[in-house]
């Protein structure tokens, strides 16, 4: 069943929104590579340095990017999230206006209101959504990165297998 806001869609959006739908798994080659990346970003939250998250997280994505064969994505890590009214921004995917820029991701690594370190999960989650947006458009080619119970499958599906935990049901 579709999110609500896909009654505003138009004709092309909605085509684009039931294809990300109907993906409901990518499967990551192999998980082994990316364990030290993984370590580190544990030990680098705890210590709440951007630069040394920014380190593992690039490695992370880097290999990933090299199992899936995608093109690169760069990524920042920036300290406190931003928020409004509707609550705090976790992390954002940019594609380039320029063909020739590679697309990024940010991410924030404090809560925006007690400046605490995001959890370890939370945060690897926040990393994997965003990755999630790179590979709607670089490896199932879409033209749009909608959020849809597939794209959230996706996640999740991505998100249990580079931990090591069993598929879901």
């Known amino acids: 069943m579709p999110f609500s806001y896909y009654s505003k869609l138009n004709k092309t959006q909605k085509a684009i929104y039931r294809a990300s739908d109907r993906a409901k798994v990518v499967s990551v080659p192999d998980r082994r590579p990316l364990q ?99 590979l709607d458009y670089e490896l199932l080619g879409l033209a749009d990165s909608f959020h849809t119970e597939g794209f959230y499958q996706r996640e999740n599906a991505l998100f249990r297998q580079v931990m090591g935990y069993p598929a879901s049901k």
């Open 36 to 134: 030290p990346y993984l370590m580190d970003l544990k030990v680098e939250l705890v210590h709440g340095n951007p630069l040394a998250v920014t380190g593992a997280v690039r490695g992370l994505l880097n290999e990933l990017v090299a199992q899936f064969e995608v093109p690169p994505v760069k990524v920042r890590v920036l300290a406190a999230r931003p928020h409004d009214d509707y609550g705090e921004l976790h992390g954002m995917y940019e594609r380039p206006l320029s063909g020739r820029a590679w697309p990024s991701i940010f991410l924030w690594m404090r809560t925006a209101k007690k400046q605490q370190v995001v959890a370890f999960k939370t945060f690897l989650r926040t990393v994997l959504h965003e990755f999630g947006h790179h």
